[in-house]
């Protein structure tokens, strides 16, 4: 039987009186590609966020790779990260950057697939002086060096060259054939075709799950996939529209 390497049930978070996740439900498989997407304000990077431990939820559970998260910090060394927008001080090389990440989690990195993004081209550059796009390659290959048997990674390919962006989506297709979840976040519907497999849609502050292979279009017409996914996600902004006004 195969066990989800991450699992949430009943996951509640609230701001004040402002309830964003209302009991959410969701597991990723090994070797498989789950697809977050909902509206801005649905909660997506809530829900990251009490994953990684930076919030604190106000109910439900939270396993990685079967252990509970609020026994303490240690369950992250299975997760690999990759935020929408890093933040590495300043004034550190790409170099010292990877040796500091290497220190924090005491494992030897393995940058292969960060050879394949270009990033050994400037590894001696100073993070404030890469662009956009570079610091997006960076990014990538640090969340991929450490075998973590999670990958959570929110808008990967965003910021990358058109080249780059094939060159991380055949990287994620190598990772998901050797076994790695796979938590992704993206308004890139593109993405969503080549790699998902199943989507789970934030709405009213609950995760509906949806096999990517049921949605028309999936395989076959990426145009079609992309209408439905984009036309779903329009009804979920006009039901929270509608939910507001009352």
């Given at each position: 039987?195969n066990?989800?390497?991450?699992?949430?049930?009943?996951?509640?978070k609230?701001?004040?009186?402002?309830?964003?996740?209302?009991?959410?439900?969701?597991e990723?498989?090994?070797?498989?590609?789950?697809?977050?997407?909902?509206?801005?304000?649905?909660?997506?990077?809530?829900?990251?966020?009490?994953?990684?431990?930076?919030h604190?939820?106000?109910?439900?559970?939270?396993?990685?790779?079967?252990e509970?998260?609020?026994?303490?910090?240690?369950?992250r060394?299975?997760?690999?990260?990759?935020?929408?927008?890093?933040g590495?001080?300043?004034?550190?090389?790409?170099?010292?950057?990877?040796?500091?990440?290497?220190?924090?989690?005491?494992?030897?990195?393995r940058?292969?697939?960060?050879?394949?993004?270009?990033?050994?081209?400037?590894?001696?550059?100073k993070?404030?002086?890469?662009?956009?796009?570079?610091?997006?390659?960076?990014?990538?290959?640090?969340?991929?060096a450490?075998?973590a048997?999670?990958?959570?990674?929110?808008?990967?390919?965003?910021?990358?060259?058109?080249?780059?962006?094939?060159?991380?989506?055949?990287?994620?297709?190598?990772?998901k054939?050797?076994?790695?979840?796979?938590?992704?976040?993206?308004?890139?519907?593109?993405?969503?075709?080549e790699?998902?497999?199943?989507?789970?849609?934030?709405?009213?502050?609950?995760?509906?799950?949806?096999a990517?292979?049921?949605?028309?279009?999936?395989?076959?017409?990426?145009?079609?996939?992309?209408?439905?996914?984009?036309?779903?996600?329009?009804?979920?902004?006009?039901?929270?529209?509608?939910?507001?006004?009352?």
């Amino acid at each position: 039987m195969n066990t989800a390497s991450l699992s949430i049930a009943g996951l509640r978070k609230a701001y004040g009186k402002k309830e964003v996740l209302r009991g959410v439900n969701l597991e990723a498989l090994p070797g498989t590609v789950t697809a977050i997407l909902g509206p801005n304000g649905s909660g997506k990077t809530t829900l990251m966020r009490c994953l990684l431990g930076l919030h604190v939820p106000d109910g439900g559970k939270i396993h990685v790779m079967s252990e509970d998260v609020r026994l303490g910090p240690a369950y992250r060394r299975h997760i690999g990260y990759m935020p929408q927008v890093p933040g590495f001080p300043e004034n550190l090389t790409v170099r010292e950057i990877t040796r500091l990440v290497e220190s924090i989690r005491s494992v030897r990195a393995r940058f292969g697939h960060g050879e394949r993004l270009g990033i050994t081209a400037f590894l001696d550059q100073k993070w404030k002086t890469l662009s956009g796009g570079m610091k997006q390659k960076v990014n990538a290959a640090l969340a991929l060096a450490f075998d973590a048997s999670l990958l959570v990674l929110d808008e990967p390919t965003a910021s990358l060259d058109p080249a780059s962006r094939l060159r991380l989506m055949e990287a994620l297709r190598e990772e998901k054939a050797r076994g790695k979840a796979i938590l992704l976040t993206t308004h890139r519907l593109d993405d969503l075709w080549e790699i998902s497999d199943r989507l789970v849609f934030l709405r009213e502050g609950k995760a509906e799950c949806v096999a990517a292979i049921d949605v028309p279009g999936m395989g076959s017409n990426p145009s079609l996939f992309e209408r439905h996914v984009a036309g779903y996600l329009e009804e979920t902004v006009h039901e929270s529209d509608a939910e507001a006004a009352v």
